[in-house]
């Protein structure tokens, strides 16, 4: 497995969420993202996960309710790349992916897209 520390890892997916055009950063809302080491291990090799009511089908009965939250699994990660920019690429597309569903994308689309 590919050695990075949890520091490293975490400002990969800080520098992926800066990339993401502002424009759409700032529409992001009541979401929380978060690095974890490992995912459930019913499904060991998972990159991310969404875990909330997209924008798209919040409605007026949508208030007082706990963040969304997205998790970037980084052991995973480290296991599935070869080198640090492997890392730095998938990263990326799971960060991208992830927010995706929190603006109600779903997975066909971001397939489509070249976001698997």
Do not use: K, Q
Not at 69 to 94: F, G, H, K, Q, W
């Amino acid at each position: 497995m590919l050695e990075m520390t949890r520091e490293e890892f975490e400002e990969l997916v800080g520098e992926a969420l800066d990339r993401i055009p502002p424009e759409l950063t700032r529409l992001m809302d009541n979401v929380a993202i978060f690095v974890e080491d490992e995912p459930d291990p019913s499904d060991p090799d998972l990159l991310g996960l969404y875990e909330g009511t997209p924008l798209t089908e919040r409605g007026e009965w949508y208030a007082g309710v706990l963040p969304d939250r997205i998790s970037i699994y980084r052991n995973p990660t480290l296991r599935m790349c070869d080198t640090r920019e492997d890392v730095i690429a998938e990263v990326e597309v799971t960060v991208v992916h992830e927010v995706a569903h929190h603006f109600g994308i779903d997975d066909a689309r971001l397939h489509a897209l070249g976001y698997a």
